[in-house]
């Protein structure tokens, strides 16, 4: 009732202010309603679910989609005549009749938009008991500014019968790109199936199986994506010049260390594919763009000891077999912004803090609607959602174990600070602190002090508590305490009015760091 009267409320306002109070971007109000909307899809041809697998064989072989027609209503808006399709490659599999969906509003109706878009995906949440990594993921990408699809729930229903809880996910097509960029009339490659950016030579067609061109498709020129990969592949100590004029280098770079902060295998830093590049005309530059980010937070298992244990610094055997990533890490610029990228996603996302809030308001949010799926279309148990919002893993189809939740985001945070310590990185300095003197991390003064001394240091990390103590010259603690360092730095004065005169040590361990510095006392 609520979706019929808000459906009638905006209709009413559209006639009274034709110029439009709404101004806004394409699928503003479909991604920015708190809510789990309401899509129904209506198929009046006999044996309609046979014709939807029927095309979804036929388009896994084809360069072009076919689609079948249907009538859909969503939150009590009713649209006539949308395309509608069954997608997926592993996510497929999921039981029953909750498949991936694309819904293609204007395929037979020439100009039908919903709130702008012309079409969307539906995704099912094979990967995911939780059914909420992608959602969350895809809300820090954007509100980090990286360029990625934006996501919302909603209940799907076939002529009647719920099917269960889907994700929408906003294409990545002409709409997406004139919100983002402000134009639409450039080349836009999906690097599907694998697509590691290689130099195959100077033909065209020798990268067809790793790309598609989804938009000037008539024109079919790939030069500017040859020569992107030429300027990767083949610049040599012209990389970093020729590199910034033909890529957004940094755009990249934050996209990289997300993906690796949150587990995001599925990429092209481990697998190499999900990904858009999009040849920028008011950028002059290709311009890079997160996609099918289902399998993040850890649920692609890895040769390491677990999926939180996934070096920062990865490359495989044959880095040359990854080229971007390689070539990048080879220049130092590169690399020390790359690792305060992460230190940035270390310090303000991955977070309990943050995180676990959102987990717990979205699980509450969703809960009824996973609730009430049909037994047979459930990839996954009850329990299994439960328990994997939190600290409990869940055997998947698809992988040995999937990692809760919670769990993942707190063991990855602590690897990660590991791996930080063991290269004597710096989040809070932003460079090494290897050669780093003990005099720019600690400070005591004055020296030599009498009644008062004051203390300060700084740890390697920021945001974390610090233990700190003062020893006689003997080895025995006059002064042992527990610091919570603001911004990685701390501010102490000691009396030490009833110590001794001579020599003492203040020894910190903050961070990564551990550090000594000696303190006088005369009188």
């Known amino acids: 009732m609520r979706f019929f009267v ?31 909307h309401d899509i129904h899809i209506t198929f009046s041809q006999t044996g309609w679910w046979d014709s939807l697998t029927i095309y979804k064989a036929q388009n896994d072989q084809a360069t072009t989609y076919a689609y079948l027609k249907g009538d859909v209503i969503i939150d009590g808006d009713t649209l ?13 599999n999921h039981p029953g009749t909750k498949k991936s969906l694309v819904l293609s509003f204007n395929e037979f109706t020439a100009g039908q938009k919903y709130d702008g878009l ?46 269960g809880l889907y994700k929408i996910v906003e294409s990545v097509d002409k709409t997406f790109l004139k919100t983002r960029f402000g134009e639409d009339e450039q080349n836009l490659f999906k690097g599907d199936p694998n697509s590691p950016l290689v130099w195959e030579g100077s033909l065209q067609d020798a990268y067809y199986d790793n790309f598609e061109l989804k938009t000037n498709e008539s024109a079919n020129d790939w030069s500017d994506l040859v020569a992107l990969h030429d300027v990767i592949n083949n610049s040599g100590t012209n990389f970093q010049q020729q590199l910034e004029e033909n890529f957004d280098v940094r755009n990249y770079l934050r996209a990289w260390a997300a993906n690796n902060v949150f587990g ?73 912004e790359y690792l305060n990228y992460c230190c940035w996603f270390l310090d303000n996302e991955l977070r309990s803090s943050k995180l676990f809030p959102a987990i717990d308001s979205l699980a509450a949010r969703i809960r009824p609607h996973v609730q009430a799926e049909p037994e047979a279309n459930r990839m996954y148990t009850l ?62 003064y004055p020296s030599p002090a009498s009644d008062r001394v004051t203390v300060s240091f700084t740890a390697a990390q920021s945001q974390v508590s610090a233990l700190y103590e003062v020893a006689d010259m003997q080895g025995r603690i006059l002064l042992r305490e527990n610091a919570q360092l603001e911004e990685g730095a701390y501010v102490r004065t000691i009396d030490t009015s009833r110590w001794r005169p001579g020599v003492y040590y203040l020894r910190v361990l903050a961070g990564c760091s551990f550090v000594e510095k000696k303190i006088v006392i005369i009188r």
């Open 383 to 444: 329990q299994d959602f439960e328990n994997n919002l939190g600290y409990g893993p869940v055997s998947s189809w698809l992988v040995f174990s999937i990692p809760g939740l919670k769990e993942f985001i707190s063991q990855r945070r602590g690897k990660l600070t590991e791996q930080l310590c063991e290269m004597q990185w710096s989040c809070l300095l932003g460079e090494s602190y290897e050669h780093l003197p003990a005099e720019d991390m600690i400070r005591v």
């Open 264 to 336: 995001n295998l599925d990429s092209y830093m481990y697998f190499p594919h999900n990904y858009y590049l999009y040849n920028d005309s008011l950028a002059g530059k290709f311009r890079w763009i997160s996609w099918d980010v289902g399998v993040v937070f850890g649920v692609i298992p890895t040769g390491f000891n677990a999926q939180e244990d996934f070096p920062v610094l990865y490359l495989p055997e044959t880095p040359e077999s990854l080229p971007l990533n390689n070539n990048l890490l080879k220049v130092a610029q590169y690399q020390n």
């Open 80 to 92: 006539s005549g949308v395309g509608v399709r069954l997608k997926g490659n592993a996510s497929y």
């Open 118 to 163: 012309k079409a969307f995906h539906l995704n099912n949440s094979a990967y995911d008991p939780t059914m909420l990594r992608e959602k969350l993921y895809l809300d820090l990408l954007n509100r980090s500014g990286l360029p990625a699809p934006r996501c919302a729930f909603a209940r799907v229903s076939y002529n009647g019968q719920y099917a």
């Open 6 to 36: 808000n459906s009638i409320m905006r209709r009413l306002l559209l006639l009274l202010f034709p110029v439009s109070i709404f101004a806004q971007n394409p699928g503003d109000t479909l991604f920015s309603e708190a809510i789990v």
